[in-house]
């Protein structure tokens, strides 16, 4: 036998109704987090989608940077961007110091970067002149 038998079935009914309403806050309260969860990572996701076109700091140099940096680019992962650095280097050391890439469809030289990488990545290069000496800043 039980250890609390209800005697009422008054007290049974209302017991059982308390269990169902209990039970509707939880699921409301549950569906309100969610919400507020999807729309604070809808907000997150618009922000980091934003081009730095506005921001030159933002930007990245694919005549300069390193691979950690060229990997940030849309598309662009660790195989793409050490071909980049191959390249430039290659470049670079059979004409001297010289700029590589002077525009975003430069980029077309590297095997596995088409047109569609290229207009991906675009609003997030800068293309600076090299400086002289290795003791100039690069032209902004």
Same mark, same amino acid.
């Given at each position: ?5 209800? @005697? +009422? ?10 269990? @169902? ?7 409301? $309260?549950?569906?309100?987090? &969610? ?6 990572? *809808?907000?997150?996701?618009? /922000? =980091? ?11 990245? +140099? ?10 940030? &680019?849309?598309?662009? *992962? @660790? ?7 191959? /390249?430039?280097?290659? %470049?670079? =050391?059979?004409? *001297? ?18 047109? %569609?990488?290229?207009? !991906?990545?675009?609003?997030? &290069?800068?293309?600076?002149?090299? #400086?002289? !000496? $290795? +003791?100039?800043? #690069?032209?902004?």
């Amino acid at each position: 036998m039980a250890e609390r038998e209800i @005697a +009422n079935p008054m007290e049974a009914g209302r017991s059982s109704a308390l269990r @169902a309403v209990q039970s509707l806050a939880f699921l409301v $309260g549950l569906a309100i987090c &969610l919400v507020l969860t999807l729309g604070f990572a *809808g907000r997150m996701l618009e /922000h =980091t989608e934003d081009s730095p076109a506005s921001n030159l700091g933002e930007r990245i +140099n694919p005549n300069e940077a390193p691979v950690a940096s060229l990997m940030r &680019l849309p598309q662009i *992962g @660790a195989a793409r961007a050490r071909a980049i650095v191959a /390249h430039r280097n290659r %470049a670079g =050391t059979s004409e *001297g110091r010289v700029r590589v890439f002077r525009k975003a469809d430069d980029l077309r030289q590297i095997k596995g970067i088409g047109p %569609a990488i290229v207009e !991906d990545v675009r609003p997030w &290069l800068r293309f600076d002149s090299l #400086p002289r !000496d $290795g +003791n100039e800043p #690069p032209a902004r």
